[in-house]
Protein backbone atom coordinates (compact mmCIF):
# COMPACT_ATOMS: atom_id res chain seq x y z
CA UNK A 1 0.00 0.00 0.00
CA UNK A 2 2.97 2.38 0.62
CA UNK A 3 4.10 2.64 -2.82
CA UNK A 4 0.22 3.69 -3.78
CA UNK A 5 0.47 6.33 -1.81
CA UNK A 6 3.85 6.98 -2.62
CA UNK A 7 2.18 7.17 -6.38
CA UNK A 8 -0.39 9.06 -5.93
CA UNK A 9 1.16 11.73 -4.14
CA UNK A 10 4.31 11.44 -6.98
CA UNK A 11 0.80 12.29 -9.35
CA UNK A 12 -0.33 15.17 -6.85
CA UNK A 13 3.02 16.72 -7.28
CA UNK A 14 3.28 16.10 -10.68
CA UNK A 15 -0.07 18.32 -11.42
CA UNK A 16 1.87 21.22 -11.01
CA UNK A 17 2.33 22.84 -7.47
CA UNK A 18 5.56 21.41 -6.26
CA UNK A 19 8.20 18.70 -7.33
CA UNK A 20 9.67 16.50 -5.51
CA UNK A 21 11.78 13.17 -5.60
CA UNK A 22 15.34 12.19 -5.66
CA UNK A 23 17.04 13.83 -7.98
CA UNK A 24 21.08 14.58 -7.24
CA UNK A 25 20.96 18.38 -6.76
CA UNK A 26 22.89 20.29 -4.80
CA UNK A 27 21.78 22.70 -2.15
CA UNK A 28 21.01 22.85 1.56
CA UNK A 29 20.21 20.17 3.66
CA UNK A 30 18.17 20.19 6.80
CA UNK A 31 18.69 17.11 8.69
CA UNK A 32 15.51 16.26 11.02
CA UNK A 33 15.64 13.95 13.40
CA UNK A 34 12.45 11.88 14.53
CA UNK A 35 11.79 10.38 17.62
CA UNK A 36 9.18 9.94 19.87
CA UNK A 37 7.19 11.63 20.19
CA UNK A 38 8.63 14.98 18.58
CA UNK A 39 10.18 16.11 15.04
CA UNK A 40 13.73 18.02 15.92
CA UNK A 41 13.55 20.84 14.99
CA UNK A 42 10.71 21.02 15.21
CA UNK A 43 10.29 23.68 13.03
CA UNK A 44 12.45 24.70 9.70
CA UNK A 45 12.11 27.63 7.55
CA UNK A 46 12.83 27.20 3.53
CA UNK A 47 12.76 29.53 1.23
CA UNK A 48 10.30 29.69 -2.22
CA UNK A 49 11.56 28.26 -5.00
CA UNK A 50 14.69 26.61 -3.24
CA UNK A 51 15.82 23.25 -3.50
CA UNK A 52 16.28 21.66 -0.04
CA UNK A 53 17.10 18.03 0.80
CA UNK A 54 15.55 16.49 3.80
CA UNK A 55 17.71 14.26 5.50
CA UNK A 56 15.78 12.25 7.71
CA UNK A 57 17.03 10.56 10.58
CA UNK A 58 14.81 8.26 12.81
CA UNK A 59 16.60 7.24 16.60
CA UNK A 60 13.85 4.75 17.77
CA UNK A 61 11.00 3.17 16.18
CA UNK A 62 9.96 3.84 12.36
CA UNK A 63 8.09 7.29 11.92
CA UNK A 64 7.83 8.47 8.72
CA UNK A 65 7.26 12.55 7.63
CA UNK A 66 4.16 13.24 5.71
CA UNK A 67 3.76 17.16 4.86
CA UNK A 68 0.48 17.15 2.41
CA UNK A 69 0.88 20.59 0.72
CA UNK A 70 4.56 19.94 -0.12
CA UNK A 71 4.06 16.49 -1.54
CA UNK A 72 6.27 14.93 1.27
CA UNK A 73 6.00 11.30 2.57
CA UNK A 74 8.75 9.44 3.57
CA UNK A 75 8.94 6.43 5.93
CA UNK A 76 12.06 6.53 8.06
CA UNK A 77 12.88 3.61 9.96
CA UNK A 78 15.77 3.26 12.76
CA UNK A 79 19.73 3.05 10.79
CA UNK A 80 18.41 3.52 6.96
CA UNK A 81 18.38 7.64 7.06
CA UNK A 82 16.04 8.96 4.01
CA UNK A 83 16.65 12.12 1.64
CA UNK A 84 13.99 13.89 0.17
CA UNK A 85 13.97 16.74 -1.53
CA UNK A 86 11.53 19.49 -2.21
CA UNK A 87 10.75 22.51 -3.93
CA UNK A 88 8.08 24.90 -2.55
CA UNK A 89 6.44 27.39 -4.99
CA UNK A 90 4.40 28.84 -2.90
CA UNK A 91 4.53 30.53 0.57
CA UNK A 92 3.01 29.84 4.03
CA UNK A 93 3.15 27.72 6.79
CA UNK A 94 2.34 23.90 6.45
CA UNK A 95 2.35 21.40 8.81
CA UNK A 96 4.41 17.92 8.77
CA UNK A 97 3.44 15.35 10.98
CA UNK A 98 4.43 11.55 11.75
CA UNK A 99 2.45 9.36 8.97
CA UNK A 100 3.15 5.66 10.90
CA UNK A 101 1.96 5.31 14.11
CA UNK A 102 4.74 4.91 16.43
CA UNK A 103 2.95 4.89 20.29
CA UNK A 104 0.66 6.84 22.14
CA UNK A 105 2.28 10.20 21.28
CA UNK A 106 2.03 9.63 17.68
CA UNK A 107 -0.80 12.33 17.13
CA UNK A 108 1.91 15.04 18.52
CA UNK A 109 4.33 14.43 16.15
CA UNK A 110 4.45 17.75 14.07
CA UNK A 111 6.89 19.58 12.02
CA UNK A 112 6.19 23.04 10.90
CA UNK A 113 7.22 24.41 7.49
CA UNK A 114 7.33 27.95 6.71
CA UNK A 115 8.12 28.70 2.81
CA UNK A 116 8.98 32.29 2.53
CA UNK A 117 9.42 34.11 -0.37
CU1 LIG B 1 4.42 8.39 14.69
Given at each position: MQWMMALTLAVLGGTGLLHTGNAQETGRTIEIHARRFSFEPAEITLQKGETVTLKLVSEDVAHSLVIKELGVNREVSKGHDQEVTVTPDKVGDFQGKC??????????MKLTVHVKE
Open positions: GRFCGSGHGS
